[in-house]
């Protein structure tokens, strides 16, 4: 593949607390704050917690999920009375970040959040982005025995792009679990920071001049999502995720494997195409009726590249 | 009414029994297990006695989340269940009310007999029963025979009497108040595997009703419990903001010993603060997501064998 050339980055942002009760980026953000984090090497550095009225009471969110207020026709929905405190505050955020789309933006937004699942470590993108691409080979080389994967949400068009880092040039989420929300883990914590630590190292590296080589890398891209079986007058769950299922992001999930159990004892089986489930038994995504989403494993290939010289 | 012969206590048969869930309204398996049985009771039905299943805090429970105004767990005190008010007092404590007034009045000869309150916690605590006297003889020979059917799978028992620490809970009501804490599983998530254990413990909790009922005598016994000792807070700034995070050698190691000189906390920059006290102690509730703003990081137990005098229906 041809060598590819990107301008330096030079103002990025790390986020926590787009939702309020995921701990470990709120307490990152926290610390970089309290030590007055701006600049690391050639990067000036923004440190913000995005949801602060849900960090004060935390919850996920006060009126909406705030992760999901950044689409192109969201963020230009004119405010009123009655819009939501979260989509007042992507309105901020994007006037803050962005705009979303405009040369002016964040060269990266890296926004930190944690799940209920047993992911591991995600780096979670929008679309194949060879800058993102690299930078994960990077953290995966620098933390040989940590648990890190790629997901591609495999949105359709970038003004579909829901979260708050899809106000970025560069945008990307770290998700690390399982954390119970409302926990503050020790080693998720250590996790989190020594994988965004990794990231700022890369980039300074990257505006220094390095060569970085072509390579390839396995990516999880969804598919589909899988709800739990539900009582059709009641909307309340009739079953739980499977304990077979429970606790196995990213091991491929077959036709004919179960998937739930009802609450009376009987095993429910997936049908289906062979996927890789993930954010299995997420707490937040009971209300969204998601059980677990389903992926295809994909290996990509990114090309080399360096920084463009002025 | 209980009368003691030759250390054998007689109560009267145990026939108004009830099974509490959602008295935090995001602790999911006692929420799903009193709802299905409300649809169905079978399952929780014994001879001669009538089991109620019941939601304790339904605005909670339709909000996920642990309460409304004020914690259920913590607002069966004299004092709230006397305060004049009504509606206009915080929801909780009018709730606590009403429960008394259903399930007791606390105290009296009309209160239940047993109440179970089923909880989940986000430390890892294994199956936990928990007793709030030390001199409750029915609950710690009915404590025995649910450890006993359950092994080799582990039932441990935490013993609150603690003067300052003990908290007035839902099941206090109750003539014998039983709690079941299990864990560990996330608020707002149903796991599959606390979900059963949670359903086999009340299974063979009633059977030891139903037996007892019966006329079957349980004879004397010891009961291996853990008494609480104190609460340990997080470090914190100023401000109250903490400071560390439990270690990680600390997490998830409920029930094991913690020595004087073992890490205990970890600051944001990696540094170790370690367990100063004055002997080994088996902390429990280690990292419970509830307890951040109870300022408690965790409990420290001691290990205390009770004997159990027998016990017979009168």
């Known amino acids: 593949m041809d060598h590819v050339f990107f301008p330096a980055f030079s103002r990025v942002a790390i986020s926590g607390g787009t939702h309020g009760n995921e701990l470990s980026g709120v307490h990152i953000v926290r610390e970089m704050q309290k030590h007055n984090v701006n600049q690391m090497g050639s990067l000036s550095v923004c440190p913000i917690l995005s949801n602060p009225r849900s960090i004060e009471v935390c919850r996920r969110y006060i009126d909406t999920d705030l992760n999901r207020c950044f689409t192109d026709a969201l963020l230009s929905t004119p405010l009123t009375d009655s819009s939501s405190c979260e989509l007042r505050r992507a309105h901020e955020l994007n006037a803050l970040l962005g705009p979303k789309g405009s040369d002016r933006a964040m060269d990266l937004v890296c926004d930190l959040h944690n799940t209920t699942s047993n992911m591991g470590l995600c780096f979670i993108i929008d679309f194949l982005d060879w800058i993102l691409l690299h930078m994960v080979k990077y953290v995966q080389i620098k933390m040989p025995t940590a648990p890190i994967r790629v997901i591609n949400t495999n949105v359709a068009s970038k003004s579909l792009s829901y979260s708050v880092d899809s106000v970025a040039k560069h945008g990307f989420a770290i998700e690390v679990g399982p954390q119970p929300h409302g926990v503050l883990r020790a080693d998720i914590y250590n996790m989190m920071k020594e994988a965004v630590d990794h990231t700022l190292d890369w980039l300074n590296k990257f505006n220094a001049g390095t060569t970085f080589e072509g390579d390839k890398v396995e990516v999880f891209v969804w598919e589909k999502s899988v709800d739990y079986p539900r009582d059709p007058e009641t909307s309340q769950l009739t079953a739980v995720i499977h304990p077979k299922l429970q606790d196995n992001d990213f091991k491929l999930l077959q036709h004919g494997n179960p998937i739930f159990k009802t609450f009376t004892g009987e095993t429910v089986n997936y049908e289906g195409e062979d996927l890789y489930p993930f954010f299995i038994n997420e707490c937040a995504y009971y209300e969204k009726r998601i059980a677990f989403h389903l992926a295809k494993k994909e290996t990509i290939a990114f090309p080399p590249i360096s920084v463009k010289k002025e | ?314």
Request: net charge negative; charged share 20%; glycine share 6%.
């Open chain 2, 1 to 314: 009414m209980s009368s003691y012969n030759n250390n054998s206590v007689r109560l009267n048969a145990a026939t108004k029994v009830a099974v509490f869930g959602g008295t935090h309204g995001n602790e999911m398996s006692g929420v799903t297990l009193v709802n299905l049985w409300m649809k169905n009771s079978n399952e929780i039905q014994r001879k001669g006695v009538e089991t109620k299943p019941f939601i304790t805090n339904p605005k909670a429970v339709e909000k996920c989340t642990r309460y409304v105004d004020t914690d259920l767990n913590r607002a069966f005190t004299a004092e709230n269940l006397s305060a004049p008010g009504g509606e206009s007092l915080p929801y909780e404590v009018w709730r606590a009310q009403e429960i008394n007034n259903m399930f007791g009045p606390k105290g009296s000869p009309e209160a239940y007999d047993v109440i179970f309150d089923l909880h989940n916690t986000t430390s890892n605590m294994g199956c936990t029963l928990i007793l709030e006297s030390s001199k409750d003889h029915f609950n710690l020979q009915m404590m025995n025979y649910i450890k006993k059917a359950l092994a080799p799978a582990s039932c441990l028992v935490l013993l609150n009497e603690h003067p300052l620490l003990k908290y007035s809970t839902s099941r206090s009501v109750a003539k014998h108040p039983v709690g079941l804490e299990v864990g560990p599983q996330p608020q707002g998530v149903l796991r599959s595997n606390i979900f059963d254990s949670m359903r086999v413990i009340i299974k063979h909790a009633l059977d030891f009703i139903e037996l007892f009922n019966e006329d079957v005598e349980f004879p004397p016994c010891t009961v291996e419990v853990f008494r609480v000792l104190e609460r340990v807070d997080y470090p914190r700034d100023a401000n109250g903001n903490i400071i560390a995070m439990v270690h990680p050698n600390l997490q998830d190691c409920d029930w094991e010993p913690l020595n004087p000189g073992d890490p205990m906390f970890q600051t944001f920059d990696g540094k170790t603060i370690h367990y100063q006290g004055p002997g080994t102690v088996y902390p429990t509730f280690i990292n419970e997501a509830a307890y951040y703003e109870k300022q408690q990081a965790f409990v420290t137990t001691k290990r205390e064998t009770l004997v159990a005098s027998a016990v017979k229906k009168s």
